[in-house]
């Protein structure tokens, strides 16, 4: 593929390990926040995947297992943990459905830019900080909102800095989406399109 540099092209490396957990994590939080309610079980997965989501990418750097297949995996089970953390929260109530619209307007523009990205060879575009940072904080946002859902006494707390996380983090979602298309039109005006 143009431009991406990988180590390897294994399939079984740790960090591909780590998103396939953390990938399996989706549904076990979204039961326990849709089925028992049980709000503390779900932020401890919440935080499991979050921790993960960093510690798979510092190990690919930092072990060089960097691999094709991990450079994929790992924005789709970002964006299908926020997907469904969105659609989980928003069922119960805890979030508002125009967030789940902000957010996930975001990835749908993302995903209209992949079929001009194959023109060029390209799958994907390279993750970038700012968005790894975005993900980072909605990844931590949703779980202080829903702990501030509830009527103990630190709720509140956690309400409001879960609701400055989302606010910042979807700031920071949408801008790292805008640099994304900005590098695509780069990759568009720079790179031959394939016969």
């Known amino acids: 593929m143009p431009g991406t540099a990988y180590d390897t092209d294994r399939v079984l490396t740790v960090p591909n390990v780590l998103s396939f957990i953390r990938l399996a994590g989706v549904p076990v939080f ?3 926040v ?5 709000d503390g079980w779900a932020v401890v997965v919440l935080a499991v995947g979050g921790a993960t989501d960093f510690l798979d990418g510092y190990l690919a750097r930092s072990r060089h297992q960097v691999s094709r297949l991990g ?10 943990w926020i997907a469904a953390t969105l ?3 928003a069922f119960r109530e805890v ?9 996930v307007a975001r990835d749908v523009c993302m995903f209209l830019l992949v079929p001009l990205l194959r023109t060029r060879g390209y799958t994907s575009l390279p993750v970038h900080f700012l968005g790894k940072v975005a993900t980072f904080f909605l990844l931590y946002a949703f779980p202080a909102v829903l702990l501030g859902d509830g009527g103990w006494p630190g709720a509140m ?9 989302v606010i910042w983090g979807s700031g920071l979602y949408w801008w790292a989406g805008l640099l994304y298309v900005r590098q695509a039109i780069t990759i568009v005006n720079t790179t031959k399109q394939l016969p």
Request: proline share 8%.
């Open 157 to 165: 707390v956690f309400k409001v800095v879960g609701w400055a996380l």
């Open 34 to 38: 849709l089925g028992p309610h049980a």
């Open 71 to 80: 450079q994929m995996l790992d924005p789709i089970v970002d964006r299908t």
């Open 95 to 103: 979030i508002p459905w125009w967030l789940v619209v902000v957010l």
């Open 30 to 32: 979204l039961w326990l």
């Open 87 to 89: 659609l989980g929260l």
